[in-house]
């Protein structure tokens, strides 16, 4: 197994993120955007190669990304089932994903073979994600399919405060007057 360690808070963001390995040494560098249709991460080793691409080909529900290694396609990330976890599927490969969003923990499955594990390390720099990977030569897709999970996390929860902020809304200014008026005259 191969551990990496991607700086939580940076993962889906739109800047450069350095993966490095369990010896502190820098193995990877994450580059890319979201948001749009067509928008690209891509995964470089550190001579400045594309080892591993994931590009977003819709953006209405259900989102769909592409996946390709070095510039082959092979294979398409989609959400399958959302209920308690989350199920995703890659395409072409046979993976399956498994996602806990509440506790942001990730596993990819080839058939019963566990190909990555992805969750939450907090030490003193921070928090960040810790992969760990079957195989090197898995770790940029593997990485990539990461991403797209932290994304789609963030972004669920960013629609759910989104929800939550219609159905419950915060008072007004007129309203929080009237109701200091009715205790005001209930006082009395």
Known sequence: METYYINEHVLSANVRTVIKNAQDKSMYI?????????DVLSVYNMNGEVLATVKQTTYAFPSRFDLY?????????GRL???????????????????NVNKQTYRIYSFKERLMLMEKHTVYQGDYYKLS??????????ICIGAVMDYWAKNNEK?????????????????ME???????STSR
């Open 159 to 175: 629609n759910w405060q989104k929800v939550n902020s219609f159905l419950s809304p915060k008072a007004s200014y007129q309203s």
């Open 30 to 38: 994450l580059v890319g955007r979201w948001g749009v249709k067509g």
């Open 81 to 99: 089932i959302s209920f308690n976890r989350d199920i995703y599927l890659v395409k072409q490969l046979n993976w399956l994903v498994l996602a």
């Open 69 to 77: 290694d070095r510039y082959e396609k092979i294979g398409s990330l």
């Open 133 to 142: 990977i079957k195989n090197e030569t898995l770790a940029p897709v593997c």
């Open 178 to 184: 009237l109701i200091r008026e009715k205790i005001k």
